[in-house]
């Protein structure tokens, strides 16, 4: 069977973002505007800022500047995968932040809950759904490894409403041949339309004052009197704290351009499912789903029946430029494609209707990172490595509280106050990474066993295994 046949008519654009009633974008900057916070990007971490400190207080002047329109790069690109982990899951923070991960994890679920008071609070249209996610394993080693993790996390108290499920029940929950046991995070992770979060967020901005303005890129970033100024092609703005939510662009904080490389990550979405379809599968529950190889895919419902699948091929370009025509890659379309009928061969029928990529922030710790520059009168966040839908809104508070010299509980976490290590310049990036990626592969296919790379960079704080 021709798998790649699925893939005829599908249109390489983000299936989010292919909308007849995506907002009409905001006219561009033109002259000179003063404000008491700048806003730099017009994605999740962007207009979460923005909307948080609209709500700390009313009487702030805010301005937003996005270069392009409200949620056209990662925030419109991605899964919908709404998690509470401010850490990239609970092993990668238990790694790293043992003595606060219980911490990490109770401000991240109360981060989560905010969010989803945000979209009945502010009426934000955007299929959200409190389902959970399941990861899933496909191998019988894997199986293993869930129940030891299981285990852990019941050693460390971390398990509550996480569930341990066999072959028989996970496949209960969604009818694939290739899955070998499972652990559903029942309340830890929410479904939603990305971009229709980022467009429920920039209206919720506007309705409570903040200035937006599109196709404005940010040139340039220096001290101007007692503040910031920051010039646009059309015009300038003067503020006196800026917050930078740039993440994968170039920051407008030169030093901090070595900490973030672009990983770029693709996706199909298939047509919308049948009844029958949709018995064959079962999937009432409506879990995200994620499987536990190093290489790995993410899978989801959507609110019109399709299924979203993608993940695996993480692609690194050589001197980590951002450029549109990386987001279209036919060869990866092309094995997601196989690997979504080996995953599901009683869909042999169905046919995607779109494929598309985009870069993701990554860092070398694959959580965000925050700091401050210009004696404190600009913030950062970046760095979110693919679990940034949820994790923005916790950052945009990170940085609000920085900007107002405020200890909190957030900014007195050893993760809000320490930075990743940079990654090296080229060809080093570059062949640390693709070393990295094909010793993952390797893992992959030899029962998961690491070989001296992985373990070496498992001992200098540089391991990846999710």
């Not at 029946?305 to 695996?312: K, N, S, T």
């Not at 009168?377 to 950052?395: P, Q, S």
């Amino acid at each position: 069977m021709n798998r790649t046949k699925a893939l005829s008519d599908a249109q390489p654009v983000p299936y989010w973002l292919d909308d007849p009633e995506k907002p009409r974008p905001e006219p561009a900057l033109t002259g000179a505007e003063t404000c008491d916070l700048l806003v730099v990007g017009g994605g999740y971490s962007g207009l979460w800022t923005a909307l948080n400190a609209k709500e700390r207080d009313p009487r702030r002047d805010v301005v937003l500047l996005e270069g392009r329109e409200v949620g056209w790069a990662a925030s419109g690109r991605n899964g919908g995968f709404c998690a509470a982990s401010l850490t990239h899951g609970l092993a990668n923070g238990l790694t790293r932040w043992p003595r606060e991960i219980h911490r990490l994890q109770e401000l991240g679920a109360r981060n989560l809950d905010e969010i989803e008071k945000a979209v009945a609070r502010h009426d934000l249209d955007c299929d959200f759904e409190r389902t959970g996610e399941i990861d899933v394993a496909t191998e019988p080693y894997q199986a293993r490894e869930l129940r030891d993790w299981y285990e852990e996390m019941r050693r460390q108290g971390l398990a509550d409403g996480v569930d341990l499920l066999d072959a028989e029940a996970v496949r209960e929950q969604v009818d694939s041949p290739t899955f070998e046991a499972g652990l559903w995070d029942r309340r830890g992770v929410a479904m939603l339309h990305p971009a229709k979060l980022a467009w429920g967020l920039k209206r919720a901005c506007l309705r409570l004052g903040v200035r937006l303005y599109e196709h404005t890129p940010a040139l340039d970033l220096k001290p101007y009197g007692a503040g910031m100024a920051v010039r646009t092609p059309y015009g300038s703005v003067r503020a006196r704290k800026v917050a930078l939510g740039t993440n994968i662009f170039p920051s407008l904080v030169r030093r901090v351009r070595a900490y973030t490389v672009p990983v770029y990550d693709y996706a199909l979405m298939t047509e919308p499912l049948t009844a029958g379809q949709r018995e064959a599968i079962g999937w009432r529950n409506r879990q995200g789903f994620g499987d536990s190889a190093n290489q790995f895919h993410y899978f989801r419902l959507s609110a019109d029946h399709r299924i979203l699948w993608g993940g695996y091929d993480a692609v690194y370009p050589y001197g980590g430029r951002v450029r549109a025509e990386y987001d279209d890659r036919p060869e990866t379309y092309a094995k997601l494609a196989e690997h979504f009928f080996t995953c599901f061969p009683q869909l042999e029928d169905v046919r995607f209707t779109h494929a598309w990529g985009g870069a993701i922030d990554t860092c070398s710790r694959f959580s965000a990172f925050f700091g401050t520059a210009h004696h404190g009168k600009v913030a950062y966040a970046a760095g979110y490595t693919g679990l940034g839908v949820g994790a923005t809104r916790f950052g945009a508070d990170v940085m609000l509280d920085l900007l107002a010299g405020e200890r909190t509980e957030r900014t007195s976490l050893e993760m809000v106050r320490r930075k990743p290590l940079p990654f090296p310049p080229e060809p080093f990036a570059w062949t640390g990474i693709a070393l990295t990626k094909w010793s993952l592969a390797r893992a992959d296919a030899h029962g998961g066993r690491r070989n001296l790379w992985l373990r070496t960079m498992d001992r200098l704080g540089l391991g990846f295994d999710s």
